[in-house]
Structures are given as structure tokens and as C-alpha cells.
């Protein structure tokens, strides 16, 4: 008889990731790109595991990230953030030499996006398996993998090395895929992606990476074959159009979205996950998960700025009472 919840309870110890802090800096027009001069607005703290570990612990979930920045601004600024949200720092590395990561943003007139990133060469591709790092790992309940991390070398040990210490006691493994076709080319990312799917306990996909996860042609198919392979509960992003929960125990949940003016897509992704997994680690279920996730992936795309739209336990329940909904589940 399988346990009704994968996850590990909150009481095991906090939720950790891994990967790349970084700020970000938007244009404040829309256009192509940065061939010339414009506005721009920023630095705001960023990169998607930071994202998510700031909307955990803005949920009143116990977290930290293992990460590294520079000894700069751009590195203060995001620990401050961090540490005054509740995030444990203790396993983010200072580098003495390298800058923290950047990222210039701009959106094209179809919704698309310009980047200008500086990652791989700054202290985000720097991350390694220090002693605070063990540390933390070493008490943590849940870790949590953006294949974000397939990309940047070293993550992947890392993450190999925590997800075993964490297993080994009790602990659970979430895993958002955040698949970008640059990042699957190549027979490795696709090993690393199936080592990572067997031991996964909640998978966060959003449209087509299900399918690409799953290597599957639609969604029932892809379903099937992840639960067969050891995924406990699959939760798909839809975007405007809600979430759908799937398990072998609660079968299909679905939850429509709330109906917000999107303002900035980015974040949504990040926060929901983090809203689904703190609320099925505090013992909710799925579709109370569902509704807290929705929310904070709402909330998000109403703010500009990748952190700016991570919400409170309090702020989620006004908001979804707001709209009617608190009674759902
Ligand atoms: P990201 O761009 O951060 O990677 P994602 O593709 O992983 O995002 P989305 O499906 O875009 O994830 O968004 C996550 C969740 O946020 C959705 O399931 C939905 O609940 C909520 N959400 C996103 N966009 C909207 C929107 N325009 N209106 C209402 N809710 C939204
Ligand atoms: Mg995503």
C-alpha cells in the first residue's frame, strides 16, 4: 500500500536546491534585443532556484540553497533578500574573483523573449559540494532539481550526491524539469534526465515537457509510463489554464487557473512548485496544493520582476478568499 503523500513531511528538515543566483535586467520597452541604447530597469533578484526557495520559505516552509555569487552588489543583494525572506544561506559560496551571474531580459513584440546571459563564466557556474553544503543536505527533508542544472557542470554531481544523502534518510526528491531544447541536445542530458525521473517523487512539469520527459507522444501516454517508472505525483503547469495533479493514489485532480492581468510571465513556474510542495509537505492535499499553487503562480505574473511576485501564506489565502474560492477542497 503506498503512503498517500510522497513527500516528506516538513518535520524531517528543510527543502534544499541547488543552481544559479542571479539578477536580472529588463528592458522597459518591448523590442528585438539590445543592439541599441535603451532603458532598463534592475538589478532584481533572480534565477529560478532562487525563486522557488523564496517562495518556500515565504510559505512558512523551512529551505536553503546551495549557490555561489560574487563578492559584488549583485551578490549582496540577493543574500539579503534571501536571509530576510528566512532562506538559509549558510551553503551559498562568496567567490573572491568571479561576478554574480546576470541576465539581460527583453520581450519581443510576440510574447517571446531576448536574453543576454552571463552564467557559465560567473560565480552561478562556480557552485560546488562544500562542507556547508554536506551540512545542509545532511539534515534536509526535500531536494529539490530545476534541470536548469543539467546545463551548468558540476551541478549535476552535486545534485547526484544530494538526492542520495537525502534519500538514504527519508527524505523525498521534486524535481521541475524547466526543459530548454539547448539544454536536451545530447545523449548524456537525456541519461541524466532518466537518472533523475527514477528516483523523482513529485515531477513539475509545464506543457510540452511532459511529453518530452515521458518520451511520449500525448498526455495520457506520458502519464502512464512516469507513474509506471516510480513517480509518485506529476503535476502540470498549464499556464493560463490551471494545474492537473496526477497520482496512483488521488488519480487525476484537476484545479482552473484565477483569472489575473499577466503583467511578467517569469516566476510562475518557480512559485507554483514551491506553493504545491510546501503545502503537500505541511500534509494538504492535492487539491488544496493545487489551489495554493495556482495562486502564487497568479500572483507572480501580476508583478514585474522574477522575485517580486512570491507571496505569503497570508497573502495567498486573501487572495484566493478574494476570488471566491477559499472553500474549494
Ligand atoms: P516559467 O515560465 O516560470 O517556467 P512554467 O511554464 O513552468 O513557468 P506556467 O504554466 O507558465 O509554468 O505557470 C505556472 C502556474 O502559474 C500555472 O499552472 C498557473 O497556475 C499559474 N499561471 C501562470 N500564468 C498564468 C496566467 N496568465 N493567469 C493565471 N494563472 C497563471
Ligand atoms: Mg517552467
Not at 520581450?107 to 562556480?126: L, T
Not at 527524505?171 to 528516483?199: C, H, T, W, Y
Request: proline fraction near 5%; aromatic fraction near 6%.
Amino acid at each position: 500500500m503506498e503512503r498517500d503523500n510522497p513527500l516528506a513531511p516538513e518535520a524531517l528538515g528543510p527543502t534544499v536546491t541547488v543552481g544559479e543566483i542571479l539578477v536580472e535586467i529588463m528592458a522597459t520597452t518591448i523590442g528585438n534585443g539590445f543592439l541599441a541604447p535603451q532603458a532598463l530597469v534592475g538589478p532584481f533578484p533572480s534565477g529560478a532556484p532562487a525563486i522557488f526557495i523564496d517562495q518556500v520559505a515565504q510559505m512558512g516552509g523551512s529551505c536553503g540553497i546551495v549557490a555561489a555569487v560574487g563578492d559584488d552588489d549583485f551578490g549582496r543583494l540577493n543574500l539579503d533578500r534571501l536571509k530576510a525572506d528566512g532562506v538559509d544561506v549558510t551553503a551559498v559560496t562568496v567567490s573572491a574573483d568571479k561576478p554574480t551571474g546576470s541576465a539581460f531580459v527583453r520581450y519581443r513584440p510576440d510574447g517571446s523573449r531576448d536574453f543576454v546571459y552571463n552564467i557559465k563564466h560567473s560565480a552561478a557556474g562556480e557552485v560546488t559540494m562544500t562542507e556547508a553544503a554536506k551540512a545542509l543536505f545532511s539534515r534536509a527533508g526535500n531536494v529539490h532539481v530545476m534541470g536548469s542544472a543539467f546545463a551548468i557542470s558540476g551541478l549535476w554531481s552535486i545534485l547526484s550526491e544530494a538526492v542520495s544523502i537525502v534519500k538514504a534518510r527519508g527524505g523525498s526528491v521534486s524535481f521541475d524539469p524547466n526543459l530548454r531544447k539547448e539544454i536536451m541536445q545530447g545523449a548524456e542530458a537525456r541519461k541524466r534526465l532518466d537518472a533523475m525521473l527514477s528516483i523523482t517523487d513529485l515531477l513539475l512539469p509545464s506543457g510540452e515537457e511532459l511529453l518530452v520527459a515521458a518520451d511520449a507522444v500525448d498526455e495520457g501516454e506520458a502519464v502512464e509510463r512516469l507513474l509506471a517508472k516510480g513517480v509518485r505525483e506529476i503535476v502540470l503547469k498549464r499556464g493560463d489554464e490551471g494545474s492537473t495533479h496526477y497520482s496512483k493514489v488521488f488519480g487525476r485532480v484537476d484545479c482552473p487557473a484565477f483569472t489575473v492581468e499577466e503583467v511578467d510571465p517569469t516566476g510562475a513556474g518557480d512559485c507554483f512548485g514551491a506553493a504545491y510542495l510546501t503545502s503537500r509537505r505541511a500534509g494538504l492535499s492535492p487539491a488544496r496544493s493545487l489551489l495554493y499553487a495556482n495562486a502564487a503562480g497568479a500572483r507572480t505574473v501580476t508583478k514585474q520582476g522574477p522575485m517580486e511576485g512570491v507571496s505569503s501564506k497570508v497573502e495567498l489565502d486573501r487572495f484566493i478568499a478574494a476570488a471566491g474560492r477559499e472553500t474549494e477542497a
